[in-house]
């Protein structure tokens, strides 16, 4: 049984991984479109089910490695299924952050992990998820901005959409809010 599996793919070779899990992989959808519509800029959109699996496949791979240096190393599900697919992976979840980053050792400095860390607030869920920076709209500037980092776009072009998707760069960070 896998813990990551694709959902979505739209609009021709994806330059971008969206990771959801939970109620966040509609926001995922959401930034899909975003992407799209926005920017041209196509995305897959993941379903991620299991981060502790995923971690847990990983650890257990290197372990298997460890105790057999003269076999040929195996790789973990998460590298063999995302190393096929381009650019970053912009990972969002309703939980904390630390969540999705214990898988980054195993995705080559490719993972920008967003969670709601921080103390709950007493809203509705989207001010809740713009607050935590998980909505569609958080999603969609991280991905602008790590291709723009990677010289895909230029970075004015990134400080532009994070304006006209309605983020307030000036906003102070959530867990210091």
Request: contains cysteine.
């Amino acid at each position: 049984m896998s813990s990551a599996q694709r959902v979505c793919a739209a609009n021709g070779p994806a330059r971008v991984q969206l990771w959801g899990s939970g109620t966040i992989l509609n926001e995922a959808l959401r930034a899909q479109k975003l992407l799209w519509e926005k920017f041209q800029i196509p995305a897959d959109v993941w379903s991620v089910t299991s981060y502790n699996q995923l971690r847990s496949d990983a650890l257990e791979t290197e372990r298997w490695n460890r105790l057999h240096p003269a076999a040929p190393p195996r790789k973990p599900y998460i590298q063999q299924v995302m190393e096929a697919t381009e650019g970053p992976i912009v990972a969002a979840s309703d939980y904390m952050k630390v969540l999705s980053d214990q898988l980054a050792p195993w995705l080559a400095g490719r993972l920008v992990s967003l969670g709601t860390d921080g103390f709950g607030r007493s809203d509705s869920r989207p001010y809740l998820r713009r607050f935590f920076e998980v909505d569609a709209e958080s999603i969609t500037a991280a991905a602008v901005e790590r291709l723009a980092r990677w010289g895909e776009l230029s970075l004015e072009q990134a400080q532009r959409a994070i304006i006209e998707l309605g983020l307030d760069p000036e906003k102070p960070y959530a867990v210091k809010a």
